[in-house]
C-alpha cells in the first residue's frame, strides 16, 4: 500500500507588482493583470487552509523577482524527505533561488536542503508528483543533465 503524502506546508509570495511587465511570446494570452494575480493569490492561501495545510510561510514580496509568485518553480519539497533548490537556466531566476534559500534554512532540517548546480537545470512546474512517483519534464527549462 502507498503511503498517502499530505502537504502540510507551504511556501507563498504575493505577486510583485513587475508581475505586470512581464511579456509572453504566447499570442493568445493576454498581458497579465497584477490585480487579478493579487486577488487569485488571496483565494489560493485560502483553499490551501481549507485544504488542510497547517504551517503556510509567506515570503516578502520582491519587486525585483517579476515572476517570484511562483515559488514552486526555484524550490521543490518533498514533504518529510528533503528540498531541492533548482537551478534555472532562466538568468532572471538565479537570483531568485539565491533569496529563498535562506526561508528554506529556516524552515527544513539544513540535511534535507540539496542544490542543484553545474549543467543541471530543472524548475519544479516540470515536476509532477503521484503517490511515490516522480515525474520530470524535459523542457526549455528542464534538461536531463
Known amino acids: 500500500m502507498q503511503k498517502e503524502h499530505r502537504i502540510s506546508t507551504a511556501i507563498v509570495r ?48 520582491k519587486e525585483e523577482f517579476p515572476l517570484s509568485m511562483a515559488v514552486e518553480d526555484v524550490a521543490i519539497i518533498f514533504p518529510g524527505e528533503c528540498v531541492i533548490i533548482t537551478n534555472s537556466n532562466d538568468s532572471a531566476r538565479i537570483n531568485e533561488a539565491n533569496d529563498i534559500k535562506e526561508h528554506l534554512y529556516k524552515n527544513f532540517p539544513k540535511e534535507q536542503i540539496h542544490i542543484f548546480s553545474g549543467r543541471s537545470k530543472i524548475r519544479g512546474a516540470d ?19
Open 14 to 61: 504575493k505577486p510583485p507588482k513587475s508581475f505586470k511587465n512581464i511579456l509572453t511570446k504566447n499570442p493568445y494570452l493576454n498581458k497579465p493583470d497584477w490585480d487579478l494575480a493579487t486577488r487569485e493569490h488571496k483565494r489560493y492561501i485560502t483553499a490551501l487552509k481549507d485544504a488542510g495545510v497547517e504551517k503556510i510561510i509567506e515570503m516578502d514580496l
Open 127 to 145: 515536476v509532477l508528483v503521484i503517490g511515490n512517483n516522480v515525474f520530470v519534464g524535459i523542457s526549455s527549462f528542464t534538461n536531463n543533465k
